[in-house]
């Protein structure tokens, strides 16, 4: 009897480590705007608030934080008789209010026609935004697209010529005309298009599993849709085209639909 329990306890023992020492590791910062990158074994699941998303082969999965999330984050990793369940705590941020006068009007409060053109537009982008390839680029780590001074910052509630209007998601960066864009991470060109009403001359890069890269106000485009680009390949050149003051280039990273805070993953000039 005293041997079978033993034997017990001993079995027991090996299935809680065997199931418990799992290599989860992740990866970003858990702040508003922040984008998490994780890798589990293979073969495991992953949920995140109570919906599944994509693992890829070698165990990658990412997710992005909204800018106005305040609730932890339930993060779920399950197999076939192993289930782990993690909260996540969100750190809070300060979000600057940033005004931009001397816009055209038109840019600001668009008449009907821009307005038909607009939500044609917006509608492409959003469909580049609902994009959730199984491609594997999204985990790898990204490149600065310009060199320049960052002008505005991710979340910024924005005033332009006066009105209040939706917060900044990318980040700005000053660079003279015609300076070289670097692609930030290697993927497929979803949309290249040299003249919409907001942004200008934009290229969307599809990374996979949901993460895109937007580049906005460009002046020359090299890329096409459907061409695969590689990380730190010239995609574009700086321009000041669409609602632009002057020359930069705005940077933005979704995650399946989420914008997240570039300056939380590209690097530092
Ligand atoms: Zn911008």
């Given amino acids: 009897m005293q041997k079978n329990l033993t034997m017990i306890r001993s079995i027991l023992f090996f299935l809680f480590f065997a199931f418990n020492v799992q290599a989860i590791e992740f990866k970003g910062s858990f702040s508003?705007?922040?984008l998490i990158t994780g890798k589990v074994?293979?073969?495991l699941k992953v949920t995140v608030d109570g919906k599944e998303i994509k693992v890829n082969n070698d165990g990658y999965f990412i997710f992005g934080i909204s800018r106005n999330r305040v609730d932890p984050i339930k993060i779920n990793i399950r197999g076939k008789i192993y289930s782990k369940d993690f909260v996540k705590k969100i750190s809070k941020r300060k979000f600057k209010?940033?005004?931009?006068?001397?816009?055209?009007?038109?840019?600001?409060?668009?008449?009907?026609?821009?307005?038909?053109?607009?939500?044609?537009?917006?509608?492409?982008?959003?469909i580049a935004k609902k994009e959730n390839s199984d491609l594997s680029f999204f985990f790898q780590n990204f490149v600065r697209?310009?060199?320049?001074?960052?002008?505005?910052?991710?979340?910024?509630?924005r005033i332009l010529n006066g009105k209040p209007r939706r917060p900044h998601y990318g980040i700005d960066i000053a660079a003279p005309k015609g300076t070289k864009v670097k692609n930030s991470n290697s993927g497929k060109v979803l949309l290249s298009n040299n003249d919409l009403f907001f942004t200008g001359g934009t290229i969307i890069i599809d990374h996979g599993?949901?993460?895109?890269?937007?580049y906005s106000?460009?002046?020359?485009?090299?890329?096409?849709?459907?061409d695969f680009v590689k990380r730190g390949e010239i995609i574009a050149?700086?321009?000041?085209?669409?609602?632009?003051?002057?020359?930069?280039?705005?940077?933005?990273?979704?995650?399946?639909?989420?914008?997240?805070?570039?300056?939380?993953?590209?690097?530092?000039?």
């Fill in 32 to 34: 508003q705007g922040g």
């Fill in 237 to 269: 050149t700086v321009g000041s085209t669409g609602r632009s003051t002057g020359p930069h280039l705005d940077f933005r990273l979704y995650c399946r639909n989420i914008p997240v805070d570039p300056d939380l993953i590209i690097p530092k000039n």
């Fill in 41 to 43: 074994d293979q073969n």
């Fill in 97 to 126: 209010i940033q005004r931009i006068d001397g816009l055209p009007k038109r840019k600001v409060s668009p008449n009907d026609e821009d307005m038909k053109r607009i939500r044609k537009e917006g509608k492409l982008i959003s």
């Fill in 145 to 157: 697209p310009v060199d320049g001074i960052t002008t505005g910052v991710y979340g910024s509630q």
């Fill in 209 to 214: 599993h949901g993460l895109i890269s937007i």
């Fill in 217 to 226: 106000h460009l002046e020359d485009l090299y890329v096409k849709e459907g």
